[in-house]
């Protein structure tokens, strides 16, 4: 339900661009996830046709999550593409319910369905519900890949030598230690919204 309150305060905010994508990148979305869509605008910026629109992030401020805004946003998202004239909205999803299982696999993950059929994850079950088809789990959508010390700080206590991987706190998988330094790589979701 609207409430007049919307009107004076900001309830999200979504980041998208228009991307060049190809037939057979459709066919097997890349690991890649937001480098891949950024490289993917770039190429739109040098000369290649859009083709889609590729959302990078989208937040809902948390005065009103649970009162149906993600999909307002996602309806935007879908609106921008078609009066751009492109076919679709392509977006690497960040299920932020994963964080309470980092350990197991995103498809593991994906493989938990609730009863009736829609995935367990509220927001990439959102995107399903407004029309989204999941096409792809990008393993590496982001990859941060830092000396210990940095970890050591976000931890707030030293990582022991015997450590050969640790969790972060909202951290979507372990981060692997190797050698110095620490490597996260987040998986995501690929979803793909036809028009």
Sequence with gaps: MLRSSWAS??????????????????????????????LRAKAVRDGEPPTHLGAFTASVSPLFRGQGVSALVLAGFKALARRSGLAGVLAPVRPPSKASCPGIDIEEFLDRAREDGLPTDPWVRTHVRVGGRIAGTP???????????????????????????????GGLAPVYVQGRRGRYEEPAVWVVHSL
Excluded at 16 to 38: E, F, M, N, T, Y
Excluded at 146 to 167: A, K, T, Y
């Design 9 to 38: 305060r900001l309830a999200a905010v979504g980041n998208a661009a228009p991307i060049a994508v190809r037939s057979d990148d459709l066919a097997a979305l890349p690991d890649g996830g937001w480098k891949w869509q950024v």
């Design 139 to 169: 393993r590496c959508a982001l990859v941060v890949d830092l000396e210990l010390d940095f970890w050591e700080v976000w931890l707030g206590r030293p990582i022991l030598p015997s450590e050969r991987s640790f969790e972060i706190p």
